[in-house]
Structures are given as structure tokens and as C-alpha cells.
Nanobody, 116 residues
Framework: VQLQASGGGSVQAGGSLRLSCAAS????????MNWYRQAPGKQRDLVAS???????NYPDSVKGRFTISRDNGKNMLYLQMLSLKPEDTAVYYC???????????WGQGTMVTVSS
């Protein structure tokens, strides 16, 4: 199983980034897919989720600015981030979860830095 996140970088406040996560080694289309982030010294928080039926969910902190999407044909997960804020600075991780099972996989993370 591999989850390879990419697309992080450094941007100024108000800028945008698109993260990608390439998945392999499991039945991608069956899994709920999530993006988490972890800022230095803080816990890892969920920022976006998409089910295997394409239902999405976001916390209030990113709602309206972030959009999660998936391409089951390419086994790819995306996170479009707009109007970035300094508080969005964190390492972003992709996660795959098969609901009701023990199957839960994590990628290696990609760093996003937003400067004011």
C-alpha cells in the first residue's frame, strides 16, 4: 500500500495550492479518503473527507476555501486550497479508510507554508 502526497509548497496569504495523493496497492474506489493536517506542536486534524460515494465534509475552518475530490479511474485524491491563511500552515497527510474495518492507511505528508 502506498499513498504519495505531493503539491505542497510556500505561498503568500491569499494564494492557492493543489495537493495530490497517488494511491496504490488497495481498492481505492471502496475507501473513504481524507486529508489531515498537523501544525508544529499541534494535533493532527481532519480538513476534508470524501466517501466512496463522493459525499464530502469539511470543518468550518476550511469550508468554502478547500475542495476535496477524487478520480477513481486514476486512483488519485486531490485537495484544492484557495484563499490560504497563515494558520493553514502544516504538514498535510492523505489517509485512506475502509469504514467498519481495520484498514487505515497514511501517506508521508507534504508541507504547506503560508506566509503573511
Amino acid at each position: 500500500v502506498q499513498l504519495q502526497a505531493s503539491g505542497g509548497g510556500s505561498v503568500q496569504a491569499g494564494g492557492s495550492l493543489r495537493l495530490s495523493c497517488a494511491a496504490s496497492g488497495f481498492a481505492f474506489s471502496m475507501y473513504a479518503m481524507n486529508w489531515y493536517r498537523q501544525a508544529p506542536g499541534k494535533q493532527r486534524d481532519l480538513v476534508a473527507s470524501i466517501t466512496n460515494t463522493y459525499s464530502t465534509n469539511y470543518p468550518d475552518s476550511v469550508k468554502g476555501r478547500f475542495t476535496i475530490s477524487r478520480d477513481n479511474g486514476k486512483n488519485m485524491l486531490y485537495l484544492q486550497m484557495l484563499s490560504l491563511k497563515p494558520e493553514d500552515t502544516a504538514v498535510y497527510y492523505c489517509n485512506a479508510n475502509l469504514r467498519g474495518s481495520r484498514y487505515d492507511y497514511w501517506g508521508q505528508g507534504t508541507m504547506v507554508t503560508v506566509s503573511s
